[in-house]
């Protein structure tokens, strides 16, 4: 069984910074890639960031590219999101998560395994 946990969320002003980590362990844990999504009330997952396990391939959302990095350290099953210049839409839950396979990364449903959620609150 993968347990994923995230950690690192708080309150920042707009223009600050934060780092995001998320912690997996579990004996079969060998994903094909990571994912950061973030949801607020009453919306859908949003998809982040993901990055491809062995090679270490990040893809963005448009609304987050130039300011979010994506990372990985496998010898410690961590993944990390950078997040820079933070505004205040940046406001949600982050989620990381785990996909066995690659298939559309921007989906959920890829994600078999997902973290219980970090709360990030950006203010003016």
């Known amino acids: 069984q993968v347990q994923l946990v995230e950690s690192g969320g708080g309150l920042v002003q707009a223009g600050g910074s934060l780092r995001l980590s998320c912690a997996a362990s579990g004996r079969t844990f060998s994903p094909n890639r990571m994912a950061w999504f973030r949801r607020t009330p009453g919306k859908e997952h949003e998809f982040v960031a993901s990055?491809?396990?062995?090679?270490?391939?990040?893809y963005y959302a448009d609304s987050v590219k130039g300011r979010f990095t994506i990372s990985r350290d496998n010898a410690k099953n961590t993944v990390y999101l950078q997040m820079n210049s933070l505004k205040p839409e940046d406001t949600a839950v982050y989620y990381c998560?785990?996909?066995?396979?690659?298939?559309?990364?921007?989906?959920?449903?890829?994600?078999?395994?997902w973290g219980q959620g970090t709360q990030v609150t950006v203010s003016t």
């Open positions: 998560a785990a996909a066995p396979y690659y298939r559309d990364v921007t989906s959920p449903s890829t994600y078999a395994n």
């Open positions: 990055i491809n396990w062995i090679g270490g391939i990040p």
